[in-house]
């Protein structure tokens, strides 16, 4: 399920303050940050965007 795009518009990455891009794979939904030294992706749950750094998944 897409998150709403006024929700996303106001969502920042809680460890660079950057934009987050709403990626939803098939099973995995997640916000990623859009800044060039971070590139955290924070997972979404049940709909809901976990953003705490120590759940977030390190860029590859």
């Given amino acids: 399920m897409p998150l709403d795009a006024g929700l996303l518009e106001i969502l920042a990455c809680p460890a ?3 934009p987050l891009d709403d990626r939803t794979a ?3 939904p997640e916000l990623v940050c ?26 590859a």
């Fill in 16 to 18: 660079c303050h950057a």
């Fill in 26 to 28: 098939d099973e995995d």
């Fill in 34 to 59: 859009t800044g060039d030294a971070c590139g955290l992706a924070y997972p979404v749950r049940d709909g809901i965007p976990v953003l705490l750094v120590d759940e977030a998944r390190r860029p």
